[in-house]
């Protein structure tokens, strides 16, 4: 393993085959701007396009590219720490492989970790995004923010330097729910936003549908909050109260007023929203459940299959 690194370059690889040479043609160029020695960890998240092949003859002809590749598709998360678990460098830059993250910008980044920040962030300042992906991300962290009390800037994803100490400290993270951008923030090291230029996706297709995006966003607010099981319980205990309220003036009714009760309709659709509830409310206690089990089982975060380069 190399030694006394000053950066390491960690991205996920998942589709965008067609980039990678220039990818790393153009960090090589960046990074011998700022520093002496550097590596650059493509992490290979299983993709069905032939992206291996293409980092293996990457990493046998430039000395500084370690290729790594995982048994199956983690997925995005999980492959970044799959890279940062391997990583040597006294800063860590972690970066998309679709050059909409452009290397250009890292100068900036480093620049500003100088500054006395261990960790400095990407900010976006115009996403090259289709409409949609904007939307749900938006969407995304106004919940997110709801469930866990937080504020979150939508211009910021994985993209940014961080210092050793901090991926020291996100290493000793081992939940099976990851997000990577949240767990640095969770950190709470002194942090920074630089704004920086964000390039439209030069090859391929994201990966994130809408069934995974909504999937990472469950599985994201479950992991970092509780505050789904207390809405719940308040939400019980305020259509009991209600419920008791409406029970008292039906009672009222009948022996004050001596109005019967009728209303079989009434009865049903009171049944089934009930029922509802209970049945939503019992969903949300299974995924906690469902959460807990999986960390009990302690399974390996990743498998690798196979590695190139000088790891």
């Not at 001596?258 to 969903?283: D, E, H, K, R």
Request: charged letters at 20%.
């Amino acid at each position: 393993m190399k030694d006394n690194l000053e950066i390491s370059v960690v991205v996920p690889v998942y589709g965008c085959r067609a980039c990678l040479a220039e990818l790393v043609e153009r960090l090589d160029k960046t990074l011998g701007t700022i520093v002496k020695d550097w590596e650059i960890i493509l992490v290979n998240d299983a993709c069905p396009q032939g992206s291996w092949e293409t980092v293996t003859e990457i990493a046998r002809v430039n000395p500084r590219v370690v290729g790594m590749n995982l048994s199956r598709n983690f997925g995005q998360h999980y492959a970044i720490t799959a890279g940062l678990d391997n990583t040597c460098g006294d800063w860590v830059v972690v970066m998309d492989c679709d050059l909409q993250d452009q290397p250009e910008e890292i100068p900036k980044l480093y620049a500003a970790a100088k500054q006395g920040y261990d960790v400095v962030w990407g900010r976006r300042n115009y996403r090259q995004d289709n409409y949609f992906k904007k939307l749900c991300s938006r969407l995304f962290y106004r919940v997110f923010d709801y469930f866990t009390d937080q504020k979150s800037d939508a211009s910021i994803a994985n993209f940014g330097i961080y210092s050793e100490r901090v991926i020291k400290s996100y290493r000793s993270l081992r939940e099976q729910n990851r997000a990577f951008p949240l767990f640095v923030r969770w950190l709470g090291y002194r942090s920074t936003k630089v704004n920086i230029n964000h390039s439209e996706r030069s090859s391929g297709e994201t990966s994130y549908t809408f069934s995974k995006a909504f999937s990472l966003a469950m599985d994201s607010i479950v992991s970092q909050s509780n505050k789904p099981l207390k809405l719940a319980i308040k939400l019980g205990f305020s259509i009991s109260f209600f419920s008791m309220l409406y029970a008292l003036y039906l009672i009222g009714r009948y022996f004050f007023l001596t109005i019967p009760v009728q209303g079989w309709t009434s009865v049903m659709v009171s049944l089934y929203f009930l029922s509802g509830l209970l049945l939503a409310n019992m969903g949300i206690l299974g995924l906690y459940l469902g959460k807990v089990f999986d960390e009990t089982k302690q399974r390996p975060l990743y498998v690798i299959r196979e590695t190139v380069g000088q790891k």
